[in-house]
Structure formats: C-alpha cells, structure tokens
C-alpha cells in the first residue's frame, strides 16, 4: 500500500533498528535514529543501485515522488540518474566558480605575481596532477579532511611524501584564500597537519673537502665522454654555484665582460619574492675565461647553452647530471652540490656568512635581519668569487695552498 503523509510523520525506529516504509515503483522512506530519508531503488546495467532523494520533511512525500518518477523517466531512456545527477552538480558547482579547482586557479594566478617562473610553473603542475582530478570539481566548501587526506596518500603511495606535504600546505592557502572571498567557511587541510610524516631531507651528494675536489675538476678536464658545452657548461655552474634554471636559461645579454657582472633577472631566482632587483654573479678571471670558450661555441645564439638539435630551448636539465654519472661521481657530486661544495671551501677560507648566503641567494629567516640587511655585500662578493676562482685553479692544477684574495 502506498505511503500516506501521516504515515511519514508518525514513522519510528523500532527499538533503534532503522525501518524501510515502502510507498511504491521502488520509493521507500528510510527510517533511522538520526532521520528519516528518502531512497529509490533501481537497476541500471546489472547493477543494483539507490538514490538519495532528499530528507523527510524537507522533501515531502509529494516532492518524492515527482523526483522519483523525473529519475524513472532517465531510466527509461537509456540514462543512469545518479550519473546524470553528478553531471548536473558538476557543471553548476564549475559554473559557478565555486568548485576548488575554480578557487585553486584564481588563488594561483594572484600568487604567480610574488613568485617565480619556475615555482608558479611547479605549484600548478602539482595540481593539475595530483588535485584537480580527485577533488577539482567539489565544490570548496563541502571538501572534508578525510576525502582530503586520501588524496593525498594517493600522492604519498607512489613514494612522494615530499609532494603530498607540500600539497597539503598549497591546500591550506587555497583553503584561507577560499575562506577570504567567502566561498568556505573551514579549512580541511589545518586538520591534516602531522597526518602526512614528511620524508627526511636528502641533501645532494657534494664534495667538501678540497683534495677530492681538486680530483674531481682533474677528471673533469680530462674526461673524453662529454661534448666541450656540456664540460664548459659544468665548469661555469661549479665557478658560479647557481642553480640549474640560472644556470641554464642564461643569455649572452645577461653578461658584462668588462663589467665583470652577470646579471641574473629577478624573475628567474627562485628567492626573488616579487623583487625586481636582479641577482648580482661577480665574474671571477677563471670564470671569464670559461665564457670565452663558451663564446667560441654559442655565440652566434641568444642563449649562452642553447639545445644544440636546434629551436628555442635550452640545454636540458638532465644533461650536467648525465655527465657526472658518465664521470664516475654518481652519489659522490651533482649540480646543485656545486654549491654546498663552493660553500662549504669558502667557509673554511674565512669568507663571511653574509656573503656566502648573499651569492647563494639564500633567504634571511630571521625577518628582522632581513629588514636591514640592505647591503649586497658586492665588494666582498667579487673578492670571495676571485678567491674561489683561484682555488679552483689551484685544486684542478694539485696546488692546495692558494693566497686569500682579502683586502686589508
């Protein structure tokens, strides 16, 4: 017998075990000690399926039933309601620019501007893979920390733990900038913190001590299994110590011989923090000496390593470490260890910390050092970068004793 509004109204658990009231076409009113639901049920392909149709009272016994034959009608022409019903969220929550991928992408855009090239481009790309496939068409406000947290283990599964911590800290911002504009009202990435366990920092293999070092920049001069580029382009990373992006999309306009300067762009430091203040790399004689040789080979192009198959890119990022391995300094020496290397001998020379961490392009954590650590220390700079090219001269010819190039 159909389902009559009284008999809605009047429907109980009975002695706390939830009760089904079936009205009639597979609508049933599911009774439990926390509500009173409506259900249909349905066949679809061979799979047996329900679809919630809302809550009694607030979806009377009429609206069910209107909602209920709306489904049948799907069913009937080859459609599967639940399905169809998805559609429809998904194009109104993305229409509506409420949907955490819409959020995520208007946060990103504003951020972009204080960040550069290579962390906006990192930061989307990790969403675009890890995010936005699993949760970007939720809406912002209905994405819970447990749906939240498998993404993540997703992430953290394949061995990225790295990636599934810094994912929760991108999601918390985008989560604080959801709540700013209105949009959410809590933010399911703060519940999260300490449920992903962030890896234990690997720091790139790098040679510190100065007799291995000089055995190092001996093989170096003598290996036959790389291209002159790539040799010259190691030798200018291990003078210089900046990092594989300055490194490589460097340009020939960037570089003053006589000034004795290469003028990194903001834009492409990784601390430039939206500055527009470039990145000062005092050229020491050895390393001028390298970008002659260099200008022998790539010259003619705008780029100071260019993809020698031709086009507008440049060396790939692969190539120095390629080398090193070829070398025999797997695990032993990488690029972006030229600058624990360089650190850590100019450290031991006397160097000044300012100094070093200025050249490193290293953050003041201290915020309030910061502030006032207006001086670039230039003139010490190109000093130290002359010492340094003095000692690697020394080390590649078996000298370890070398003058400090200081001022009085």
Request: charged share 25%.
């Amino acid at each position: 017998m159909p389902l009559t509004d009284l008999a809605c109204r009047r429907a109980k658990t009975v002695d706390g075990t939830s009760v089904k009231l079936a009205d009639d076409k597979g609508l049933y009113l599911l009774v439990k000690s926390s509500g009173r639901y409506w259900r249909w049920d349905y066949r679809f392909g061979e799979k047996r399926k329900t679809m919630a149709l809302g809550v009694y009272p607030e979806v009377g016994l009429a609206q069910a039933r209107a909602d209920r034959d709306k489904a049948r009608k799907l069913l009937a022409s080859g459609n599967d309601p639940m399905a169809d019903r998805k559609v429809d969220k998904l194009v109104r929550v993305t229409a509506s620019g409420n949907s955490f991928k819409s959020v995520a992408v208007e946060w990103h855009t504003g951020q972009s501007v204080r960040w550069a090239p290579i962390t906006a481009s990192k930061t989307l790309k990790h969403m675009e893979t890890d995010l936005f496939p699993v949760i970007g068409h939720r809406l912002v406000s209905e994405v819970t920390p447990p749906e939240l947290l498998a993404t993540l283990r997703r992430v953290q599964a394949r061995g990225a733990t790295y990636t599934a911590t810094r994912l929760r800290e991108i999601c918390g911002q985008v989560f604080r900038y959801a709540i700013a504009t209105g949009r959410a009202t809590y933010n399911p990435a703060a519940d999260l913190v300490g449920a992903i366990i962030p890896a234990k920092v690997q720091h790139r293999p790098a040679i510190t001590e100065k007799r291995p070092f000089g055995q190092f920049l001996r093989d170096l001069t003598a290996f036959q299994g790389a291209d002159d580029l790539t040799k010259i382009a190691t030798r200018l990373a291990l003078l210089t110590f900046v990092r594989s992006q300055e490194l490589r999309f460097a340009k020939w306009e960037e570089v003053d011989i006589e000034a004795r300067e290469w003028r990194i762009p903001a834009g492409r430091m990784k601390m430039a923090k939206g500055s527009n203040q470039a990145h000062v790399v005092p050229l020491s004689a050895a390393t001028i000496r390298a970008l002659e040789a260099l200008r022998e080979i790539t010259g003619w192009h705008t780029s100071l390593f260019p993809n020698m198959y031709g086009g507008d890119k440049f060396m790939s990022e692969n190539t120095i470490g390629r080398m090193l391995i070829r070398l025999g300094y797997q695990h032993r020496q990488t690029l972006h260890g030229f600058r624990a290397s360089a650190r850590s001998l100019l450290s031991e020379r006397g160097w000044s910390v300012a100094a070093l961490e200025r050249q490193l392009d290293h953050s003041e954590r201290s915020k309030v050092v910061a502030a006032y650590a207006r001086s670039e220390h230039l003139e010490e700079r190109r000093r130290m970068m002359e010492d340094w090219g003095s000692l690697v001269d020394a080390l590649e010819a078996g000298d370890n004793v070398v003058p400090l190039a200081r001022a009085a």
